[in-house]
């Protein structure tokens, strides 16, 4: 019982430190915004890494998404989780970015029926740096929507209005992210096993 009487302490503690460089983030505190910047900084830039091509646009996203942060800060209404609304204007960014640069609606083909897409869960296959690693080479188009849908935990209904592409088209691509993604990984396993095999 002392123990989860620390732990809340604890906890609440925290919460309260959190709230004090958001409140000094909303009257302009230099020290607090690099303060806030310092402690989510890493991990929205591994969201934004997600989202890019490179670590150069990775680093573009997280810069311009941080800007939006402080400029809307006073909208954040003390509601769920703070991290949670500064890693959605994060995604945000990077899809207006995406959309700039007209990337996000490059289709390979018309999609004109409506259909089921089965393919494997590849991500129970994989740890989680390896798939990351496989995801910055999809497709820009594969690429959004896996993250969003697999990752994010968007569905397509909720894709389709985030990015202005058609729910069924949302479907395809995530449906050639995963097989792309199963590929790589059947690739990086007999790669693996003749290497294995060459050294026995």
């Known amino acids: 019982m002392l123990s989860l009487r620390l732990e809340v302490k604890k906890l609440v503690r925290l919460t309260d430190e959190f709230g004090d460089i958001i409140k000094g983030c909303i009257e302009g505190d230099r020290q607090c915004q690099e303060d806030l910047y310092r402690i989510l900084a890493p991990r929205m830039y591994a969201i934004c890494l ?9 680093g573009d996203f997280l810069q311009e998404g941080f800007i939006t942060v402080f400029s809307k800060i006073r909208e954040f209404r003390q509601e769920g989780s703070f991290e949670g609304w500064v890693r959605k204007i994060m995604v945000n960014t990077a899809l207006q970015f995406l959309r700039k640069k007209r990337q996000m609606y490059i289709l390979n083909e018309t999609i004109t029926e409506d259909r089921d897409y089965e393919v494997p ?13 496989m995801i910055r080479v999809l497709p820009v188009n594969q690429r959004m929507v896996f993250n969003l849908y697999a990752i994010e935990g968007y569905n397509h209904t909720e894709i389709a209005d985030m990015t202005g592409i058609p729910e069924n088209t949302s479907k395809s691509h995530l449906h050639r992210a995963r097989l792309a993604l199963k590929e790589m990984l059947e690739k990086s396993s007999r790669s693996e096993s003749e290497k294995l095999k060459r050294n026995g």
């Open 50 to 58: 997600r989202y890019a091509s490179d670590a150069d646009e990775a």
């Open 121 to 133: 869960d590849i991500q129970y296959y994989l740890d989680k740096e390896d798939l990351l690693e």
